[in-house]
């Protein structure tokens, strides 16, 4: 089972970025995905979730209104579409599954699987 992050960049604040999640290896249309990202010297936290059964997100207040996370089961892919970016915003983005099929909230520690991360750097 894998997940792998790719999207991530350097971009202005203000600007936009897709970050991509591509499965493989478990039935990915089972699980509830989820984004996480880690800033330098800080804990991970979880941004954003969307469920398997209803579609149903979830979102952090600090980026409520600028992501919107999305899923395609037929390209196995989760997605993380990030608008009005900011510099509070550089941090490494992972996705990542604690296996149940809907946004649990547990947090980082109960997640099964993890991708490798994609960097985004927002510059003022």
């Known amino acids: 089972a894998q997940l792998v992050e790719s999207g991530g960049g350097l971009v202005h604040g203000g600007g936009s970025l897709r970050l991509s999640c591509a499965a493989s290896g478990f039935t990915f249309e089972y699980y509830a995905i989820a984004w996480f990202r880690q800033a330098p010297g800080k804990q991970r936290e979880t941004i954003s979730c969307i469920s398997s059964v209803d579609g149903q997100t979830f979102y952090a207040d600090s980026v409520k209104g600028r992501f919107t996370i999305s899923r395609d089961t037929a390209k196995i892919t989760a997605y993380l579409q990030m608008d009005s970016l900011k510099p509070e915003d550089t941090a490494i983005y992972y996705c990542?599954?604690?296996?149940?099929?809907?946004?649990?909230?547990?947090?980082?520690?109960?997640?099964?699987?993890w991708g490798q991360g994609t960097p985004v750097t927002v510059s003022s």
């Open positions: 990542g599954t604690d296996l149940l099929d809907y946004c649990s909230g547990r947090g980082p520690s109960y997640v099964a699987l």
